[in-house]
């Protein structure tokens, strides 16, 4: 259906509807209203709507990010548009359009099948396109930030479309401008700039390991060393529930960082800002024994301690409930507050 189709037909509504294959931890939750937003055009009369009616409202992508209790109250946007093409190329770059609810795997696919490289090494990562520039994605050593040229968003404060260039996102560590005003932009288009250039990054210790025996990786080669990882390391959520890395990894100041070090020699860390230092979380609830631990429906999974899974039946309560032990002990043992990367909604 192509946008012009698209435009004139509002935005379907659903009651009650069940978002069990909605969300990566597979809650069995439903939607008081959902909306089915399949073009930009249909989102002003939608929002209109849920103003009039004074509902709270939110949207919602792959569900890869976001911890749903038993009942949404009010409307869920579900984010549906597609379309993906190329808007321009030029000695240096392409430029890339993609529409908010295409796949991000899909894209990164796509991506690399047409010969734009660079995105290979955030393969995988569950979710839309549309929700990966809100909390940054990234993974070794690659955010997406690293290729957004500009976003296309329906500003709800200002009624209207806006364009936001990379530097207006703000984006930072699994943070930009969206996530520092919740609820305020519902992104529709992501567009991309892939330079032409193309060096391989494979510095970080995972991939490094992969690629030991091989300097010259190709971009397939890396895409099939993410893949591989990823699939060790992060349940596939249609098998078991999950969310991804479940806590920020915590950022400590240097002497705090210097003095804990002393204590536990074999803590793992990175450099970060000036005066900084980033703990692996993983890490720290690996020492505190949480790794394959079950909590009732839920558990930590047995190959990553940074990601809470959904053994099935499990609800945002167990997961929260299992959360706050984790954060509690890991606190007691490091004196460091973990952070919770999902939106609790
Ligand atoms: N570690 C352990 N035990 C564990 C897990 C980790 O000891 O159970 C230690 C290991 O030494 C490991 C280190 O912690 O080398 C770091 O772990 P890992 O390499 O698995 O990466 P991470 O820092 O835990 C981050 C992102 C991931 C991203 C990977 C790869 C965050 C919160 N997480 O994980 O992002 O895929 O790096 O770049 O930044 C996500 O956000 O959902 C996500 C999966």
Not at 105 to 112: N, R, S
Not at 186 to 206: E, G, L, S
Not at 211 to 230: G, Q, S
Request: with cysteine; proline share 6%.
């Amino acid at each position: 259906m192509n946008r012009a189709q698209n435009a004139s037909q509002p935005a379907k509504s659903t009651l009650n509807l069940g978002l069990k294959h909605r969300n990566t931890f597979g809650f069995d939750v439903s939607a008081e209203l959902a909306y089915e937003i399949t073009a930009p055009e249909q989102i002003p009369g939608v929002i209109t709507e849920v103003a009039e009616r004074k509902m709270v409202w939110r949207v919602l992508g792959g569900g890869s990010n976001v911890i749903l209790p038993n009942v949404l109250p009010g409307a869920t946007l579900l984010m549906n548009i597609a379309g993906q093409e190329i808007i321009a190329t030029d000695k240096e770059a392409s430029f890339i359009g993609v529409g908010g609810g295409v796949n991000w795997h899909e894209f990164v696919t796509w991506a690399l099948e047409n010969h734009f490289h660079g995105l290979e090494n955030l393969a995988l990562i569950p979710g839309t396109v549309g929700a990966a520039p809100i909390q940054n994605i990234g993974a070794y050593g690659v955010e997406i930030a690293d290729y957004i040229d500009y976003i296309e968003a329906f500003d709800t404060m200002a009624h209207a479309f806006v364009t936001l260039s990379k530097e207006a996102c703000q984006f930072a560590y699994r943070d930009s401008y969206f996530k520092q005003n919740p609820n305020r932009f519902i992104v529709t288009k992501v567009v991309f700039r892939i330079p032409k250039t193309w060096q391989a990054r494979i510095h970080y210790a995972d991939l490094a390991q992969q690629f030991a025996n091989n300097p010259n990786p190709t971009p397939e080669d890396i895409f099939l060393a993410v893949c591989k990882i990823r699939m060790y390391k992060l349940p596939a959520p249609n098998v078991i529930g999950n969310a991804g890395s479940f806590f920020q990894n915590p950022v400590i100041p240097n002497e705090q960082y210097e003095t804990l070090l002393k204590k536990h020699t074999s803590l793992v860390s990175y450099p970060d800002a000036p005066g900084k230092r980033k703990l692996a979380a993983g890490w720290l609830i690996d020492q505190c024994g949480f790794k394959g631990q079950r909590m009732g429906d839920v558990g930590v999974y047995e190959n990553q301690a940074l990601v809470l899974v959904n053994h099935g039946g499990g609800t945002a309560q167990d997961i929260l409930g299992l959360a706050k032990c984790i954060q509690d002990k890991v606190h007691r043992e490091f004196g460091v507050s973990l952070e919770i990367e999902p939106n609790i909604l």
